[in-house]
Every structure is written in structure tokens, then in C-alpha cells.
């Protein structure tokens, strides 16, 4: 099989983004940027990735949506959405870095998470060092928001982790991040990272 029939067959099979799942629409505005921060909080333990995305989907169906939001809910609103998703054992300490985490968004970028990528000055690596900043985010939740960021954030190309570049391996593709983004177009980048990822998982 050829690299681009490989390629075309990643895209049409697991091709869906974790934010599409998650609902959200990313794009390059304060709401959508911050629901991908949640949703990488959210990633940032050990727990299955559907859960994951399934607790984002409760959080953001109970209004649980900015910053604003998320640091004016109860302790208790978000241990309760994050256990209708059965986000076990994470619930309760999850409930409390999201709380303040909200709460650094709103405090030091005023709830615009562009601000943080505007202090990072196409820097990536500071970019990544601001957002583990934020409570529960390490280098997964990082590595996470820059595969599926890269999108409109163009400083993050290529965002391939170690996770997509092992699957990449696997399935014959290049190795390098450089040589694994020459095989798609920019807007295909996220998706074939997310791709490469999910089938490394099965």
C-alpha cells in the first residue's frame, strides 16, 4: 500500500479530531480555545480517551463553557458533571484544577487564551511552558492541546508527539514530525495527528 493510500485511509477512518468529538468547533476566539484547554485537563490522567471527551461534553452541555463559567460553577457542578461522564476517581481533585485553572485564564489573560499565545511570541516551546502552567497540564495535556491547536496556531506545526510518531512507525510512515506533515495539507494536520494517535491506542 502506498503512503498516500495509507494516509487517505487514516484520515477517512480515524480522522475525527478529540475536540470534534468533544463538540467543540476550534477556531482561533477565547470559547473554543478554552474548551481545548479543558479538554486537555481532562486527558491529563490516566483514564479512557472516550470518558475524557464524554466529561468535556458534560461540562460544556452545563454551561461549563469559558472561564468565566467554569470559575463561577460550584466545586460540587463540576464533580457532578464530571461523574454523569463516570469520570472516576479523578472527579473531585480534576473538579478543583479546573476551578483554578479558570480562575489563572481569567486573571492573567482576562479569559483569552490568545493572550498566552501573544506573551509566547511564536515561541513554541515557551508556548508549551505557559500552558503547564495551568493546574493538571503537563507535557501529555501540552502535547495534546499543540496536535489538535496546530490548526490555527500555526506556530505549533508540526505537532506529532511521540504517541502519533510510534504509530506512524508502525504503519510505515515517516518517523520525523517535518516529513510526517509533508504528507497532508496544513488544515489535515490535526487530523492526522489525531489519527495516528487513535490508532495507536487500539
Not at 30 to 55: E, G, H, N
Not at 79 to 90: F, N, P, Q, S, T
Not at 111 to 123: I, K, N, Q, S, T
Not at 152 to 168: C, N, Y
Request: aromatic letters at 6%.
Amino acid at each position: 500500500m502506498s503512503r498516500a493510500t495509507t494516509v487517505r485511509n487514516l484520515l477517512d477512518e480515524h480522522g475525527q479530531t478529540y475536540a470534534e468529538e468533544a463538540g467543540i468547533h476550534l477556531r482561533d476566539t477565547p470559547m473554543p480555545l478554552y474548551q481545548l484547554l479543558t479538554l486537555c485537563v481532562l486527558f491529563s490522567v490516566r483514564i479512557k480517551a472516550d470518558i475524557a471527551v464524554a466529561a468535556a461534553r458534560e461540562l460544556f452541555g452545563a454551561g461549563m463553557r469559558t472561564p468565566r463559567a467554569m470559575a463561577d460553577a460550584s466545586w460540587q457542578d463540576r464533580v457532578d458533571a464530571l461523574g454523569r461522564a463516570h469520570y472516576r476517581r479523578y472527579d473531585e481533585s480534576t473538579a478543583t484544577a479546573l476551578g483554578e485553572g479558570a480562575r489563572l485564564a481569567l486573571d492573567r489573560y482576562h479569559g483569552d487564551l490568545r493572550r498566552l499565545r501573544e506573551e509566547a511570541g511564536g515561541d513554541q516551546e515557551k508556548l508549551r511552558d505557559l500552558l503547564k502552567e495551568f493546574p493538571r497540564i503537563g507535557p501529555v495535556g501540552a502535547d495534546i492541546f499543540s496536535r489538535e491547536a496546530q490548526g490555527v496556531w500555526p506556530e505549533l506545526r508540526p505537532a506529532f508527539d511521540k504517541r502519533a510518531q510510534d504509530a506512524a512507525d508502525g504503519l510505515g510512515l515517516p518517523h520525523s514530525p517535518q516529513k510526517l506533515a509533508a504528507l497532508v495539507d496544513d488544515e489535515d494536520l490535526p487530523r492526522l495527528a489525531a489519527a495516528l494517535v487513535r490508532v495507536g491506542l487500539h
